[in-house]
């Protein structure tokens, strides 16, 4: 490039190496249209002298190619076209090749090593606690009842203390409470009652209960339920407390049932021959208690009078009446059957007890014993007979925690004192309430009896026990005479119970029963029960 055009490219190269921008520039000349166009112009020369570019000093050819006015609007001019050329072709330049370093990811780093667990500091500076002998001896009835505490645990625990747990929060109990009692403090109280025993009729009905009335220290107790005309129980009781720890009871029971069972007499009595029979028996006792003896011991001192007859035999379930089974001679009659029985029962039951009354599932032991003598009204020689029986056991704590393990024993037996029978309502029945409670109550009757089991207890809720349970016995014949360990059954199972002494108490059994062991030991019996049981 020559002559006049070299200054301006020459100041334009300039002006882009000293990185001024164009807008910079064009501001300078776009000043208010009252500013004389020379004076704008001399503005854009002092813009021009404060970056070091003024043509005065450093391009001497600007000053001559630019002297006048219209020359400089010109040469301005073409500094503005140039500038934006030089701009593009300048941003149109390729750009320069650099080697390409490898980008670092997160993946490329260095692992720190892995920081070692702290170890737990011991504080207090006691040794860790060391696992005893019993601990390690609770997982064998662990092990052998798993099955059944998964059934108890999480079908049956876990449900009910969801369940009280909800009705707490709302305070479901108290409304519940309140709605069904009535009087001063609660005297009075009224609820509902459900009971039901597998192999025999369920019942429901209603327990009364009156504190304090007519008198202080007189308490009234009265449940009645019943499953239709035929399923009739009534029980009103009376107790006055007449010092403390000692009391008498009034006790009156009715009940009228058409499921009784009844398979035989003797250890060898078959499922094969159960039967039904209907009974309607009264029973009214008097009795005194004295419960401060020594911690949960106590004795009692009883007095009563019993009526048992034999109605119209009801065809109530799907076993055949006994009635029939005798006609056809498939069983022989029992002694005292369709007789109407007029009883007198005097009794002395002595309990001893290590343990409170609220802590029957804790450590120590329990021994008890009891004697009855017992006659007919219609012929007191001929017909009278003794009863009597003990039983005792010893509980272990293992972890100071109400788990349990008990080992439990108990004979019972029944003589003759006249020459009549006595009659089979009154022999020694195994099952119900007892050791073998895998067998309804009735089930198995004879002379005599023995039995022994371990059972073991674990708290699952505030007033709630998980109870499982193993035993063998058998009854027998008079005074023990045929007793052989091939002779004996087995009882097992699993429930729940409430915790205590009440008057009527929860109960869940779900359990089994075998045959005698010489005939195979297998299970013939099952039982379960739901619902709450007067204990009164």
């Known amino acids: 490039m020559s002559g006049r055009g070299a200054p301006l490219l020459a100041f334009h190269l300039v002006w882009v190496e000293n990185g001024i921008d164009i807008a910079q520039l ?21 813009f021009l002298d404060a970056h070091g570019l003024h043509p005065n000093k450093r391009h001497e050819r600007w000053q001559w190619g630019c002297q006048t006015r219209w020359a400089q609007r010109l040469c301005f001019v073409l500094v503005l076209i140039l500038s934006a050329l030089t701009r593009t072709a300048i941003a149109q330049q390729p750009a320069p090749v650099t080697s390409a370093k490898p980008t670092k990811t997160v993946s490329d780093l260095p692992i720190a090593p892995p920081i070692p667990k702290r170890s737990i500091p011991n504080y207090d500076g006691r040794p860790p606690p060391q696992v005893t002998a019993a601990e390690q001896a609770l997982w064998i009835p662990r092990a052998i009842f798993f099955p059944l505490y998964l059934t108890t645990e999480y079908l049956l625990r876990r449900p009910i203390g969801w369940l009280v747990s909800v009705s707490e929060k709302y305070a479901i109990p108290l409304r519940v409470i309140d709605f069904f009692s009535f009087g001063e403090n609660r005297k009075g109280m009224i609820l509902p009652t459900l009971f039901a025993d597998f192999g025999l009729r369920p019942s429901v009905g209603i327990y009364f209960r009156l504190n304090d009335e007519p008198v202080e220290g007189n308490d009234i107790r009265v449940h009645a339920a019943t499953w239709g005309e035929h399923w009739l129980h009534l029980i009103v009781t009376d107790r006055f407390t007449f010092q403390p720890g000692a009391r008498a009871v009034l006790r009156v029971e009715g009940t009228r049932r058409a499921d009784h069972q009844f398979a035989g007499i003797g250890p060898l009595s078959g499922a094969n021959h159960l039967s039904r029979y209907t009974a309607d028996q009264l029973d009214a006792t008097v009795s005194v208690e004295w419960s401060k003896v020594w911690r949960g011991s106590r004795v009692t001192t009883l007095t009563g009078v019993r009526a ?31 007789k109407e029985l007029r009883i007198v029962r005097q009794q002395v039951e002595v309990e001893m007890d290590s343990r409170d009354d609220n802590a029957r599932s804790g450590l120590g032991f329990r021994a008890e ?3 009855e003598l017992a006659f007919g009204i219609s012929d007191t020689i001929a017909h009278r007979w003794v009863k009597w029986g003990a039983a005792a056991g010893a509980f272990l704590d293992l972890t100071g925690e109400r788990r349990t393990v008990g080992l439990l024993a108990a004979v019972d037996l029944v003589h003759p004192l006249g020459s009549e029978n006595v009659p089979f309502t009154e022999l020694v029945s195994l099952g119900g309430e007892g050791l073998l409670r ?16 371990v059972e073991y207890r674990w708290p699952t809720w505030v007033w709630l026990d998980g109870l499982a349970y193993l035993s063998v016995g058998n009854v027998l014949g008079p005074q023990f005479s045929n007793f052989s360990p091939s002779i ?6 699993i429930g729940l119970r409430t915790r205590g002494l009440l008057d009527n108490s929860f109960e869940f059994t779900v359990g089994g029963g075998t045959d005698p062991f010489e005939q195979g030991g297998k299970v013939t ?12």
């Open 26 to 46: 064009r501001n300078v000349g776009r000043q208010s249209s009252t500013i004389p166009s020379n004076a704008r112009f001399r503005g854009a020369e002092h």
């Open 308 to 338: 048992l007859g034999f109605p119209e035999q009801l065809d109530c379930c799907i076993e055949p009446l006994l009635e029939s089974l005798i006609r056809y001679g498939t069983l022989p009659s029992p002694p005292g059957f369709k």
């Open 369 to 371: 014993t009891y004697g």
């Open 438 to 453: 895998s067998f309804v109550p009735g089930r198995l009757r004879g002379e005599s009896g023995v039995a022994a089991g």
């Open 488 to 493: 004996m059954r087995a009882a097992f199972g």
């Open 525 to 536: 019996a099952f039982r379960f029960t739901l619902g709450t049981a007067p204990r009164f």
